[in-house]
């Protein structure tokens, strides 16, 4: 154990980073704004939108899975 915890300093191969990250793609934004959204209601905030997500970070489909946002200058972006 003690090896492992002084090992953690040492470069990883790329197959190492791959089996951490468990293969996630980099910098990978399901929600980001988009042109094409469903509008739904105003509130305090500003108009509210929804549209489908491009996926998960691993690169396989999200099923119904949907970004809640806000439109600004005619695009759907997140809150967050």
């Keep these: 154990m003690k090896k492992t915890?002084?090992?953690l300093g040492k470069a990883l191969?790329?197959?190492?980073?791959?089996?951490i990250t468990g293969g996630m793609l980099k910098d990978f934004?399901?929600?980001?704004c988009v042109a094409t959204y469903t509008s739904?209601?105003?509130t305090t905030?500003?108009?509210v939108c929804s549209y489908p997500a491009k996926g998960t970070a691993f690169g396989?489909?999200?099923p119904?899975?949907?970004c809640l946002g806000i439109v600004q200058s005619g695009s759907c972006c997140?809150?967050?």
């Design 5 to 7: 915890i002084l090992n």
């Design 40 to 42: 739904h209601e105003v």
């Design 60 to 62: 396989g489909a999200f």
């Design 13 to 19: 191969s790329k197959i190492e980073q791959k089996e």
């Design 64 to 66: 119904g899975g949907r």
């Design 29 to 32: 934004d399901p929600c980001p």
């Design 78 to 80: 997140p809150e967050y």
């Design 45 to 47: 905030r500003g108009q």
